[in-house]
């Protein structure tokens, strides 16, 4: 069977290295299973010499069953038409935390660090541009939306100019922990009772994703992509259900 499969079908063969194998006349899986693993790796690398392995059926490359806690969150998203006022900016950014805090707290992890950054168009030379972005070290680690929703919205009217046309925003979580290993500080203020997102995200988790949600989550639409090609939910959307007649 192997031998009527093109090299370039395993995964992380691509065209230049297709290229490569082909020259030294390896135009199959097979005429690669059986090439001289010094040789391969000698020209190509010691992940060559993996993949060989694997195909002789040596366990090389180890597999995760249960990812690890992320070390840093990014949402972000470019916007289907500018945006120019700060108020749609604050609605994007509550919306870009919401989804991080949500991840974060799938992982039972606290952010400890916030980064807020908003983005002319750089493909746009006739506008002016600018892209500035803020990082704030957070008092007490958290992953409570409301927290980081008022933190991202204090950094955005830091770095916030009018005057542009601002094409995408975005926030960075880092500075993650595990949650149980918290240590407070003595003379920071009290966290937020955890409840509160605890049954936000339980009530989301059984009726869908923003069935419940903060006030300004999301509520301007002049900021969301424009999705006019977006393939039907088949899966996922009871009204999007392929229907036959």
Known sequence: MLKNIPVEEIWGVGRRLTMALNQRGIDTVLQLRDADVAAMRQGFGVVMEKTIRELRGEACIELEEVAPPKKQIVNS???????????????????????????????????????????TDRFREDRPQYCPSITIPLTVPTAHTMVLQGWAVAGLAAIYQSGFHYKKAGVILSDIGDASLYQG????????????????DAINTRYGKGTLKLSQDSSRPSWKMRQERKSPEYTTNWDELPVCE
Do not use: W, Y
Not at 107 to 115: N, P
Not at 186 to 200: C, G, I, R, V, W
């Open 77 to 119: 998203r470019s916007f289907g038409h500018a945006v120019t006022t700060i108020e749609d900016l604050q609605d994007a950014l509550a919306h870009f935390v919401s989804n991080a805090a949500r991840k974060l707290r799938d992982q039972h992890s606290l952010a400890g660090l916030l980064q807020v950054f908003i983005m």
């Open 185 to 200: 500080d003595l003379f920071a203020a009290a966290p937020k009772n955890p409840a509160l997102m605890t049954t936000l």
